[in-house]
């Protein structure tokens, strides 16, 4: 699937840590009836993805909220772990975004976003993108053409899309 404005996304289970460890979430059940910004990352702690991307979303997160934005989602292919660390050593989970693991790329390989890139040690990974969507409808879509650059995939881009 190549993703585009208009389609309605694929459900998928993915994983955060929770209290008790690592739990599911079905993907449908935070944007069924919802308005929800989702970005996506090659990687935890890689260079763009922890010192742009990440701090663009939360820079943004007061005026996603204006918008009635009900949640801001970060997917990557990692583990739930991981994840959740990532998210308190940038900030991102106490600035309210949500950190969600698709540890198996089933998320992103079904809507036509990854990648690999073996020199760098990624494999199976996510290319970098934003996207505003409603009730599981993609209404707006920003893939990044270059990796390493987060121009049009920023916070900023996609609050100007909406």
């Known amino acids: 699937m190549s ?3 208009g389609d309605k996304l694929p459900d998928a289970v993915m994983t955060r840590l929770g209290n008790n460890g690592p739990e599911t979430v ?3 059940d935070k944007l069924n009836g919802r308005k929800v910004a989702i970005f996506a990352v090659p990687g935890a702690y890689t260079p763009t993805c922890h010192s742009a991307h990440v701090p663009s979303f939360i820079r ?4 996603f909220d204006a918008k009635g934005v009900d949640e801001i989602i970060c997917i990557s ?6 994840m959740d660390a990532w998210g308190k050593a940038t900030g991102a989970i106490d600035a309210g975004i949500t950190m969600l693991a698709d540890a198996e ?3 992103t ?3 036509g976003m990854n990648f690999d890139a073996p020199p760098a040690g990624l494999v199976a990974r996510s290319k970098r993108y934003a996207m505003y969507v409603e009730d599981g409808v993609v209404k707006a879509f920003l893939p990044e053409p ?3 650059q987060c121009d049009i995939s920023g ?5 100007d899309a909406i």
């Not at 916070?155 to 609050?159: F, H, I, P, V």
């Open 3 to 5: 993703l585009s404005v």
């Open 26 to 28: 079905n993907l449908s």
């Open 60 to 63: 943004t997160k007061d005026a």
């Open 77 to 82: 292919v990692n583990d739930p772990f991981v």
């Open 105 to 107: 790329s089933t998320f």
């Open 109 to 111: 390989t079904a809507i």
């Open 146 to 148: 270059a990796p390493g």
């Open 155 to 159: 916070g900023e881009s996609l609050l």
